[in-house]
């Protein structure tokens, strides 16, 4: 079986507080968009992972689609598979894609071997694998807040009519360099408030926190 894992950008993103987990608060919209890796799955004589395409930096046993297997595994009888991963999504570009893969492999094992998981149940299974994980069982425009992985305002923004041009400057930003330079705010425009405003007026109004330090 095959998926096409793809990629999300951010409308917005505000950094409210640092949490006693190490983690943020934010508030950010996620939306979809059509930039996608290759994900197949077959039956195998033992658990299997490789890739091709852009280069996977890490271990197998790191990757976020054995972590994803892992995951179903512990609490559903999974038999031994090969994952293969076309890698087309820029790593370390904000884009979401080791996250999407994670959430696909879920969704694709679910469907394989019939395991009966609703989007929900798959949700509480990838939100411990990243903060953006569990966005990508629903895949649809939502705002997210606390880490990222709590969600509401679904379809709050649809974009069908206009042209989303990403540029991909071969730069690699981690997580831990694009927070570095933020100061949490707590104070500030809701987003919601600011997505609702007609597109032509969120260049005047619509931040992302990580422009200061990215």
């Known amino acids: 079986m095959i998926l096409f894992p793809n990629a999300k950008i951010n409308l917005g993103l505000h950094v409210l507080s640092k949490r006693s987990d190490g983690f943020h608060n934010l508030e950010t919209c996620f939306y979809p968009v059509p930039w996608y890796d290759i994900l197949e799955i077959i039956p195998s004589e033992s658990l299997a992972f490789t890739s091709s395409g852009n280069a996977i930096p890490g271990n197998q046993e790191d990757n976020l689609c054995i972590k994803a297997y892992h995951t179903l595994a512990a609490d559903h009888s999974l038999p031994p598979v090969h994952i293969h991963l076309h890698k087309n999504i820029p790593i370390g570009a904000g884009l979401g894609g080791g996250s999407s893969d994670a959430a696909f492999v879920c969704t694709l094992l679910n469907q394989r071997f019939q395991l009966g998981l609703t989007n929900r149940q798959l949700e509480q299974h990838v939100r411990p694998l990243g903060s953006d994980c569990a966005f990508f069982i629903q895949n649809k425009a939502i705002v997210a807040h606390e880490k990222g ?66």
């Open 149 to 214: 992985d709590m969600f509401s305002d679904q379809g709050i923004v649809n974009l069908k009519d206009w042209w989303i041009c990403l540029i991909h400057p071969s730069i690699h930003v981690s997580t831990k360099e694009a927070y570095a330079g933020v100061i949490p705010q707590e104070n500030r425009k809701p987003l919601t408030s600011i997505l609702r405003l007609p597109v032509e007026q969120w260049k005047n109004e619509l931040v992302n926190d990580f422009e200061t330090s990215v």
